[in-house]
């Protein structure tokens, strides 16, 4: 049968079964652990869910149902309390003048979450898996400790923001650590709701989302911005007057939207459908659906993300330091001392932003707040502990039974979380913030190169492989990504004024060049530029993108 193709499709490579075009690479399972398991291993895909068939029509109400679920699970990321934070400050900073840059932002991650969901969709592995079987040892390693290091960041950012909503909802009367205690010991609860059924799980996260909808959806009907200042920031992609803090904080939205652990969950959450991948059609009808999930699910939470800006932006934008103490002081609010009496412009995060809609609104609308962060923070822990254990599982090869798999995730980030809870006071977290934001930001390279190699190749993705125009695209965005982020390292860099520090980060910057260079070389030869496959383990041939399958088995079987 003749394919129709996605992109350059090469027939010899791509062997027929039954007069139907197959995958040369679904006969490929992930290699077993060398150690005998005593305990059945278990995973969030052992429930799968069953697609309706000998449904006729073009588009499925029905399919689309069945389908609908890791879009929204994927979507978390993008309304974790990193991004809540990044959306009261671009409110209070710039207005409504940098919702360009959010819409942009998240058009940008649904075009990178496409390519994620087609990996997971058309090979059955995910791309911690791919890594794991494409890359050499030393390699794979390196990259399996950088995305390590973005979920310790993300979840960090995750535990933090619950533990201050339980703050700002108990009055003070539960401190930093005992809110990261309470969320580290519920999240292990919440994590094995799946073995009451997969779709129960995902009904649960859905819940979670429509509290942050309502949530937030309040504090701006309350606050009720100017909608034709909201329309002109958000389609209008200009900002008047803007100076190099809302350049920083256009920035800041861009790294906190896109986040590198978010690209290995949707590759893995994409699996839990019952899918056979030797049928062409079907693998098609897959992608196609989770693409429209995952379109409704992020404009769901770009619509969210929307509502915390415009709060900031209509009750707080040129606000001074002095002005809000008075208010707070004229409510008689306990947190007058947060904003000293001065003229500076109003700095919050979201410890503050509770504080001033309380001052500001009244109390209800500072607990409707922090429900919504508690409701963000912990959605997002518990997809953040997913992404440990698809990506330590995907790299590492683990063959762990499910409670050892989650204990093992948790424990990785809770001794820094911890640390920072005991010693860091609630009221001055700003700073660590924005260092975790330039952690996450410094570990994007690793998800998006990545994606795009393995997605270009079609000795791995046969008829589905990036055509050209993805592969232009592709590139395109992923440099202006990496970037962008890459301008926000150095600003955080430069701001800190030591010597020592400068000399150590030169340093590590050679090495993270050089590692992401490797990448980007691999990355490039799978787009086609075979005049750069010069000295590697896999040499090409005549087709440039088999350089990666030689040793598709033996790697994953015999390395280790």
């Known amino acids: 049968m003749k394919a129709e193709q996605d992109g350059d499709l090469l027939e010899e490579d791509s062997p027929q079964e039954n007069g139907v075009q197959t995958n040369p690479y679904s006969s490929i399972s992930p290699p077993g652990s060398p150690v005998a398991q005593d305990e059945p291993f278990s995973t969030y895909f052992e429930d799968k869910v069953a697609i309706p068939e000998n449904v006729s029509q073009v588009f499925s109400f029905r399919k689309l149902w069945a389908f609908t679920g890791p879009g929204f699970l994927m979507s978390i990321a993008y309304l974790d309390p990193g991004n809540i934070e990044s959306d009261l400050q671009s409110g209070a900073k710039a207005g409504f003048k940098l919702l360009w840059v959010l819409l942009g932002a998240t058009i940008i991650g649904l075009l990178l979450q496409r390519l994620a969901a087609r990996l997971g969709v058309v090979t059955g592995m995910h ?23 973005a979920i310790i960041g993300s979840d960090m950012q995750e535990v933090i923001g619950c533990a201050i909503a339980f703050n700002l909802l108990s009055v003070g009367r539960i401190p930093l650590w005992a809110g990261v205690l309470i969320t580290i010991t519920d999240t292990f609860v919440f994590l094995f709701l799946d073995k009451y059924g997969l779709r129960k799980l995902e009904a649960f996260f859905g819940f979670l989302i429509t509290v942050m909808a309502l949530s937030f959806g309040y504090e701006y009907v309350l606050v009720s911005p100017d909608q034709g200042e ?49 049928n062409k059609k079907e693998v098609k009808e897959a992608n196609k659906y989770y693409f429209i999930e995952s379109s409704v699910a992020l404009f ?7 509502f915390v800006v415009a709060v900031f932006a209509q009750a707080f934008y040129g606000k001074t330091n002095i002005e809000m103490n008075k208010e707070c002081n004229e409510t008689g609010s306990p947190h007058s001392d947060l904003f000293p009496l001065n003229n500076g412009t109003l ?24 429900i919504g962060i508690l409701a963000a923070g912990q959605s997002s822990t518990m ?26 995730t948790r424990s990785i980030a809770i001794i820094p979380t911890l640390l920072v809870a005991v010693f860091q006071d609630v009221q001055h977290l700003t700073g660590m913030n924005d260092f975790l934001n330039v952690l996450q930001s410094m570990q994007l390279p690793f998800a998006l190169i990545p994606i795009l190699t ?36 150095v ?38 530029v075979s005049c750069l496959d010069f000295g590697s383990r896999m040499q090409l041939s005549h087709q ?10 033996t790697d994953s079987l015999f390395e280790r």
């Open 127 to 149: 791309l911690a898996e791919v890594c794991n079987r494409q890359y050499p040892t030393v390699p794979r390693v390196i990259l399996w400790l950088m995305v390590e290091l």
């Open 230 to 278: 909201l329309l002109k920031g958000m389609f209008v992609p200009y900002c008047a007057g803007c100076g190099p803090v809302q350049l920083e904080q256009a920035v800041g939205i861009v790294g906190a939207v896109i986040m590198p652990h978010n690209i290995y969950l949707h590759s893995a959450l994409v699996k839990s459908r019952d899918i056979d991948r030797k």
């Open 491 to 528: 600003v955080y860099v430069t701001a800190l004024n030591s010597v020592l520090l400068y000399v150590f980060a030169a340093l590590l910057s050679v090495a993270y060049l050089c590692f992401v260079c490797y990448l980007a070389w691999h990355c490039l030869v799978a787009l086609g």
């Open 300 to 306: 769901i939470s770009f619509l969210i993300n929307v």
């Open 383 to 408: 997809t953040g502990t997913y992404s440990g254990q698809f990506v330590m599982e995907g790299f590492l090869n683990l063959r762990w039974s499910r409670f050892a798999r989650v204990l093992l």
């Open 347 to 370: 700095e919050v995060d979201i410890y503050k932003g509770g504080v001033v809609l309380g001052c500001v609104f009244g109390p209800a609308a500072l607990y409707i707040w922090a």
């Open 454 to 489: 393995f997605t270009s190749l079609t000795s791995i993705m046969n008829d589905f492989a990036n055509g050209m125009v993805w592969k232009i695209s592709g590139g395109v965005v992923i440099l202006l990504v990496c970037a962008i982020n890459m301008y926000f390292v």
């Open 544 to 553: 440039t993108d088999g350089y990666l399958m030689s040793d598709m088995d």
